[in-house]
């Protein structure tokens, strides 16, 4: 079929307008993914008792729930940006049986977060050395979201073919609806309302585990409904190695850059640990606030990957060029608006959690300084949707790498050691995210050069 005769609006519309048709979805989308985290963390640091040791297990029990949502949204950004391709080049098949194989993945996925949440939890949470409360709660909590986490696993799934055939929309209807699911259960199951049993930290971890299940069914549901560039059915599923090398090609620098969040803060926790559990609590809280935030950005970032890529299989230099622009355009424009959120409602957020003493302290403390690097992780955030697009998967494994390990961890690990040693400059640790978004953004840009060079510059 000629490129003339197409009426999908992966074609016709205007990159400008198709931005953000597809990213406001998509951003609203992720933020309620946010959600899911601030809102455990608001109910369950309000509790009648050891409201702060929750606030803290929910803490050291974040770094893998990362990890579950970065190995099922980067399988997802893969499976995007292939069936994306394959819709762009008119081999509806392909799209279907790499559609088919992402699905295997999923239930591959959720077998493995089983076992882990079966066998490796007392392990995992008694490495960062909290109080024993803490760990208790934080081991009671892990638990329940790793083995009933099929939710997550096939909804990261989902919402990415729904994203990558231009039916975001409909993703974002499953995750708000999981999210509002989400928010009515954690009061109900966490304080034992309404005639349900009281389950404190428990109930928080059920609370999220079903949201996650109704987000599921939803996408699952529209997926079928709607997505009709793609068929279904158990033989687009028979385990194809070839394609699903591919969707990982594309994927696995996607699971990297979202499991370095996990290994990021699973680090900062051992590190700022030895400074004081105050400095976790207010750490491993702020990242949560933080994400409502850099979640627009990757929000964007997964309305550019199939526009680029879409483009880019159609070889419209033209559209990839504009793809590029609008998407770091708006990606500046809401970063900017989230920096001055977070800077004018520092002390409300701190407010929210019920902080006091030294953990309001570092958490106003972050709220100030790490705020300020979020212009240049939004671009750099750009630039790996960017990357994904145009199959440069080694471009974005090494902006993720630098921007969330390399520049981090090491500087972080040095200024703590400054700070336990002189009183009052707790603020120097937090300096090092500011550090570490400049000199990535400074690399991406080199490496941006480069892939243009190779992948658009030869089209014509």
Known sequence: MEKTQRTDKMWTMPVNKLMLSMGIPIMLSMMLQAVYNIVDSAFVSNMKENGQEALTALGLAFPM?????????????????????????????????????????????????????????????????AGELSSSMAEDYLQICCVISFGIAFFSIFEKLLQASGHSLYSTIAQIAGAL?????????????????????????????????????????????????????????KPSWTLIKQ????????????????VMTYGMNI??????????????????????????AFGLRDAITPIVSFAHGMRDKSRVKDGIKYGMIYTAIVMILGMAVIEIFAEPFAKLF???????????????????????????????????????????????????????????????????????????????????????????????????????????
């Open 65 to 129: 729930q990362m990890l579950m949502v970065a190995v099922g949204i980067g399988t997802g950004v893969g499976a995007n940006a292939l069936v994306a391709k394959c819709l762009g080049q008119g081999d509806k098949k392909r799209a279907s049986r790499a559609a088919g194989n992402a699905i295997f993945m999923a239930a591959v996925i959720y077998v493995i977060f089983l076992l882990f949440g079966l066998f490796g939890v007392k392990l995992y949470i008694s490495s960062q050395h």
């Open 181 to 237: 699911t989400n928010i009515a259960l954690d009061p109900v199951m966490i304080y034992g309302l309404l005639g349900c049993p009281e389950f404190g930290v428990k109930g928080a971890a059920y609370a999220t585990v079903i949201g996650q299940i109704v987000s599921f069914v939803l996408a699952l549901i529209f997926h079928l409904k709607v997505n009709t560039e793609i068929s279904n059915g158990l033989k687009y599923m």
């Open 247 to 262: 969707i990982y090609t594309i994927g696995f620098p996607a699971i990297i850059a979202q499991a370095l969040m996990s």
């Open 271 to 296: 590190i700022l640990g030895t400074i004081s559990e105050a400095m976790v609590t207010a750490y491993t809280t702020y990242y949560k606030v933080q994400q409502f935030i850099l979640f627009l």
């Open 354 to 460: 019920g902080m006091e003493g030294d953990t309001h302290d570092y958490f106003v403390g972050a709220m100030r300084i790490v705020t300020l690097s979020f212009i240049f992780a939004g671009v750099n955030i750009a630039f790996q949707g960017i990357f994904q697009a145009l199959d440069g998967g080694k471009e974005s494994l090494i902006i993720s790498v630098c921007r969330q390990l390399i520049f981090v961890l090491p500087v972080v690990w040095g200024f703590a050691q400054i700070v336990k040693s002189s009183s009052g400059m707790s603020w120097l640790v937090w300096t090092a995210f500011p550090i570490a978004e400049i000199v990535s953004a400074i690399i991406a840009y080199v490496l941006y050069r480069g892939i243009m060079k190779r992948k658009v510059a030869v089209l014509k």
